[in-house]
């Protein structure tokens, strides 16, 4: 993970949330360095501490949902592989419902201050004649948006689109593919010992969704009201974990 200015800003806002949300993200970055050290000599090992460090972010997205009573929040468990990783999706489903694919827009991202700590906020701009304006929704994440003709949009399509355009029927198996992963790097199958193809590039990946994780958990921590964003995309991902047997974790 590239820990520029800006990303070390970001790990130390988002590890200074008091209580189990703060110790998670600590954790989250120790992993993810084990995981860069390891990467040349163990692939394998270096992989599975990136996938711990994505589930330790996502870890404190699921706590501060439940800590601000999102509906549906409780029913996310911390303990729970597959919760941790259908996390990763959720996200999909936020940014790609806040940004559709085609979207020309330039947002910049910062800290302000507030109080006795920096919140992350973002703007984007505005040209009304000739003049150039910016827009910064507080909070970020309070955004309305209907589909052709006006009505709401249906997330839980949105999010069982994202799992059909990475070539899995459902993003039930999704996600269920994604918490096999860390089985499949530990130990031998029938057709031999694990080996990873081009691990750096999985690596990076993780790298990519923790940033997002914990962008997306400092656009939500701050403020105690639900914003509606984050809410239909919960309700659309519980829908799924409505499917998912107690026994899979």
Not at 182 to 199: F, M, T
Not at 238 to 246: E, G, Q
Request: proline share 6%.
């Amino acid at each position: 993970m590239d820990i520029n200015d800006f990303w070390q800003r970001i790990f130390d806002n988002a590890s200074t949330v008091g209580g189990q949300e703060g110790h998670a993200v600590r954790s989250c970055l120790r992993h993810f360095q084990r995981a860069q050290q390891l990467i040349d000599e163990m692939p394998e090992l270096a992989i599975f501490s990136a996938i711990t460090a994505q589930e330790e972010a996502a870890t404190a997205l699921m706590l501060t949902l439940r800590k601000r009573k999102y509906d549906g929040s409780e029913r996310l468990n911390i303990r729970n592989h597959v919760h941790k990783t259908g996390v990763l999706p959720l996200i999909e489903l936020i940014t790609s419902a806040f940004l559709p694919e085609g979207t020309k827009l330039s947002i910049s991202l910062g800290f302000v201050e507030k109080g006795k700590r920096k919140v992350l906020k973002y703007k984007f701009p505005l040209q009304v004649n000739n003049e150039q304006f910016y827009i910064e929704p507080i909070p970020p994440l309070q955004i309305y948006s209907t589909e052709n003709g006006g009505l709401p949009p249906d997330y839980h399509a949105k999010i069982s689109k994202i799992a059909t355009d990475a070539g899995i029927d459902s993003i039930f198996e999704h996600i269920k593919k994604l918490a096999n992963e860390r089985n499949k790097l530990l130990y031998a199958s029938g057709s031999g010992i694990p080996e990873v193809e081009d691990p750096n590039s999985r690596i990076e990946y993780f790298s990519q969704t923790i940033k997002r994780t914990l962008i997306l958990y400092l656009l939500i921590e701050p403020y105690h009201e639900k914003q509606n964003l984050v809410q239909e995309a919960l309700s659309a991902y519980i829908k799924v974990l409505d499917r998912v047997p107690p026994n899979l974790e």
